[in-house]
């Protein structure tokens, strides 16, 4: 029989060669490349070093923890849940804690920068995820002239269409939100307020980006995109762990601050001097980490960018604009400030990378 050393010392070059090179490869991805999707970053050595610690072998169902110190949430206020492992288990857990099967919801169009947990559906009403599939849902929009959520347009609609719960995020919108006017509407249609801050959390922690935990009675969020933590997420609910924990800590210190405020910097020069080129993006401009850049005008088409992009080792994304005619064929590409901010770039640059 294989001893217990022989088996647990045994590298993984050995045990799996070929997932060993696949992580190589990766490593040098990522070290040599410009890496420009909002949804990835960097984490640091003593998260991936809590990660791979002797915690990974145990199991446990401890007590709830108190919310993280990074968002100064009152524990007798609020609680957290940390053990979905992703975002999108994250929202739907939620879902089925507050809704039942059918139950009307709004979330933001995909088209105008939400996510497929949100409740998208295709044009031709082909339900995309679990959200649509189980529960009624009807999107709001942004203005076909602005970009901008469009208020008043999602007040009517939730007054006629009278949800059970309203969901604030989305993927690849670039502004800020008005959680006291989704708070005024929610209230008005009888509705519970959800947000996913999957993408902003960091910017959110760092009092960068307005808080949604005044106004909405569930947040849930990942811990790998502008926190920069490992990958997972956290329910946090109104009342009526230790890689997490160190992400979370991290998180509260004056250097995340500076961090969170750079990404915001960066994102804001690469922006503008795309614009200052004559390119087109939603919006006119950002206020968050990403820039969602318009091809349609160019006559580009998304997978040509993106491996334009990749043979300069700029990593980016396809993503959908408001007015595609299917967010299977996007017309627009989605950039994000946070994970080059994480190795120290500054607003010249990223002027140097729009370059």
């Not at 960091?202 to 502008?226: I, M, R, W, Y």
């Not at 995340?256 to 915001?264: D, E, G, P, S």
């Not at 064929?329 to 946070?338: E, H, L, Q, S």
Request: aromatic share 8%; hydrophobic share 40%.
């Amino acid at each position: 029989m294989e001893s217990v050393a022989e088996w647990g010392l045994t590298p993984l070059s050995a045990v799996d060669p070929e997932i060993h090179d696949l992580i190589e490869h990766e490593k040098r991805r990522q070290s040599h490349g410009i890496e420009l999707i909002a949804s990835e970053n960097f984490t640091s050595f003593a998260v991936i070093e809590a990660l791979g610690s002797a915690l990974t072998d145990k199991t446990s169902a401890a007590p709830a923890p108190s919310p993280p110190s990074a968002f100064r949430l009152d524990p007798a206020r609020w609680g957290v849940n940390v053990q979905p492992y992703s975002g999108s288990p994250a929202n739907f857990a939620a879902y089925t804690a507050l809704l039942n099967p059918h139950d009307r919801i709004m979330g933001l169009d995909l088209p105008s920068g939400g996510h497929l947990t949100h409740g998208y559906y295709t044009s031709g009403g082909k339900k995309i995820s679990a959200t649509s599939i189980y529960f009624e849902s009807l999107p709001y929009k942004v203005s076909s002239v602005t970009g901008h959520i469009d208020y008043d347009k999602l007040e009517e609609k939730a007054l006629d269409f009278r949800p059970k719960l309203i969901i604030r995020g989305g993927s690849a919108y670039p502004r800020d939100w008005d959680y006291a006017r989704f708070r005024s509407i929610a209230d008005k249609c009888g509705a519970l307020l959800l947000c996913d801050m999957a993408h902003i959390s960091g910017l959110v922690a760092a009092q960068e980006a307005a808080n949604p935990f005044e106004f909405c009675d569930v947040v849930t969020t990942t811990t790998h995109k502008s926190l920069r933590g490992l990958r997972s997420s956290m329910i946090f609910f109104r009342k009526g762990i230790a890689a997490l924990a160190v992400a979370s800590k991290q998180a509260t210190s004056p250097g995340f601050k500076a961090y969170a405020k750079q990404v915001k910097a960066n994102a804001v020069a690469l922006g503008n001097y795309l614009m200052s080129k004559g390119y087109k993006l939603v919006t006119d401009g950002t206020e968050n980490h990403l820039v969602l850049w318009d091809l349609r005008p160019l006559g580009l088409t998304r997978n040509k960018v993106e491996k334009l992009c990749d043979l300069c080792n700029i990593t980016v994304n396809k993503n959908a604009v408001f007015g595609d005619s299917s967010a299977l064929a996007p017309g627009g590409v989605r950039i994000g400030t946070p994970a080059m901010t994480s190795r120290g770039l500054i607003e010249k640059d990223f002027e140097q990378i729009a370059e």
